[in-house]
């Protein structure tokens, strides 16, 4: 309740006590069990265990939020509402934004203080996340090869075959192009284009006229330069993941036996777009009389 005059003292109303059966904010979030999974393996607990499992935890809950918007995003996508789908691939943007940063927080550990409980978590790996893997199959990052890494694990491999075998975000993108009448070939696949010149200038002939005059199709350029923004900071999140794994632990071997540093980086030059990314090399000046 504001004050009527600056001499009048602000009254502040007591909240009503909560009753036994109100929804509560802890019970709404769950947050007696959320505060309950963070479980460290060694013994006695290392300090900076508690540290190295809520980052991992919250990434985990970021990424199961991802999907939900690159989900609805492709909803969209097949509804052709340009506009709603790069609403939400915008705010999984938005996401990485957070991401990228967040994982620098793994830095404020010393090398030998990680080193005094790193032991405890082999053979766990960040290969095996199941929902880091989903997001690169949803945006079209798709390799079979990754699925032995959850062998043991029957409800992972059923979640990201589905995703492997499902349409993926470039595919829902490539599809809305068609929708409005843009001449995308048939087959967008990597290893098609790769193979067949004449797709692939076609695909590049299709985009061009987005980005060569972009006020003639301002809703589609959007949802197109948010999806590369997408793919650029999840680029981001891997050159930053190689630098600060490299700064903690060199080039040690992984958890889960990979090569460590080796292996992470060849993973930065992936790109979920890559014609998005090389139509720029395709764009001319235009000239001055078509300019806005």
Partial sequence: ???????????????????????????????PQLLSLQVPESSPPHHDEMLFI???????????????ELEQAALMMQECRVLRARHFVYRVVEIMRVLV???????????????????????????????????????G????????????????IATLTARLEAPDLRDFYYQLLRDLGFAVP???????????EADREALFAAILPIYQSPEEHMPLYLLTESLLTFDEFLALWREHHVR???????????????SGVGYLQTTTSKKCFPYLWDVRTRLN????????
């Fill in 1 to 31: 309740m504001k004050p009527d005059s600056p001499d009048q003292p602000l009254i502040i109303e007591e909240p009503r006590a909560v009753r036994e059966t109100d929804l509560t904010y802890n019970d709404y979030l769950r947050i």
């Fill in 54 to 68: 809520i980052i991992h935890q919250t990434y985990e809950l970021w990424f199961k939020l991802v999907l939900h």
């Fill in 101 to 139: 940063p967040q994982i620098h927080i793994l830095e404020t550990m010393s090398p030998v203080e990680f080193l005094e409980f790193r032991d405890r978590l082999m053979p766990a790996s960040g290969f095996q996340s199941h929902q880091f893997r989903e997001v690169e199959f949803a945006a």
């Fill in 141 to 156: 990052l798709k390799d079979a090869r990754y699925l032995k890494f959850f062998e043991k694990r029957p409800e992972a």
């Fill in 186 to 196: 048939a087959d967008i696949s990597r290893a098609h284009l790769e193979e067949h």
């Fill in 244 to 258: 600060v794994v490299e700064r903690i632990i060199g080039f040690k071997r992984g958890t889960g036996g990979s």
């Fill in 285 to 292: 000046v235009r000239p001055l009389n078509q300019q806005p």
